[in-house]
T-cell receptor, first 114, second 113 residues
Framework: DVKVTQSSRYLVKRTGEKVFLECVQDMDHENMFWYRQDPGLGLRLIYFSYDVKMKEKGDIPEGYSVSREKKERFSLILESASTNQTSMYLC?????????????FGAGTRLSVL | GQNIDQPTEMTATEGAIVQINCTYQTSGFNGLFWYQQHAGEAPTFLSYNVLDGLEEKGRFSSFLSRSKGYSYLLLKELQMKDSASYLCAVRAPGSGNTGKLIFGQGTTLQVKP
């Protein structure tokens, strides 16, 4: 079974803090993704990575950065957390099939910025 | 651009059948996914359609019509544990082998006794 592990289920941070969200997958997948999920807005892609040290912006990258130093680990960084970044953050990974390429998700990190 | 529409909420009765619709507009179609997400949990893969027609998997079936930009997820013999959000997603145009998806807002299904 594919396992995608996010380091924290719940986080509470203060405005202005630097926040690291970690994600690890055990399936040797090339592709990894960070989403945020908000009521009424669905899943929105923040960044994704298709290889070590490679990244592409998603739909809402502002205020976020990412790091992929090792294939299994993809980190999301909030350089200076703001209250509008309070959300559920989901990490996912996928292989390299051209057709049926399933994304596997972690359990999510619920971040509250006070 | 890309757009995916699904109803926000649905309610159904235990033992019944429910159909969750999804319409999409995309510049290049290359596959549609359905995911299930229980409250507070990770989305999990349910089904994949790339050709027109019905794909059946136990109590769940998914249908696709590419010409109409339309899919539905059919849940039969509803159980209380089917109460969840159901996410429709299409492969992003030009996504190649990255697995990149565009998600709809999700449909929250409540199953009542």
């Amino acid at each position: 079974d594919v396992k995608v592990t996010q380091s924290s289920r719940y986080l509470v941070k203060r405005t202005g803090e630097k926040v690291f969200l970690e994600c690890v997958q055990d399936m040797d997948h090339e592709n990894m993704f960070w989403y945020r999920q908000d009521p009424g807005l669905g899943l929105r892609l923040i960044y994704f990575s298709y290889d070590v040290k490679m990244k592409e912006k998603g739909d809402i990258p502002e205020g976020y950065s990412v790091s992929r130093e090792k294939k299994e680990r993809f980190s999301l960084i909030l350089e200076s957390a703001s209250t509008n970044q309070t959300s559920m953050y989901l990490c996912a990974s996928a292989g390299q099939e051209v057709t049926k390429n399933i994304q596997y998700f972690g359990a999510g990190t619920r971040l509250s910025v006070l | 651009g890309q757009n995916i529409d699904q109803p926000t909420e649905m309610t159904a009765t235990e033992g019944a059948i429910v159909q969750i619709n999804c319409t999409y507009q995309t510049s290049g179609f290359n596959g549609l996914f359905w995911y299930q997400q229980h409250a507070g949990e990770a989305p999990t893969f349910l089904s994949y359609n790339v050709l027109d027609g019905l794909e059946e998997k136990g109590r769940f079936s998914s249908f696709l019509s590419r010409s109409k930009g339309y899919s539905y997820l059919l849940l039969k013999e509803l159980q209380m544990k089917d109460s969840a959000s159901y996410l429709c997603a299409v492969r992003a145009p030009g996504s190649g082998n990255t697995g990149k998806l565009i998600f709809g807002q999700g449909t929250t299904l409540q199953v009542k006794p």
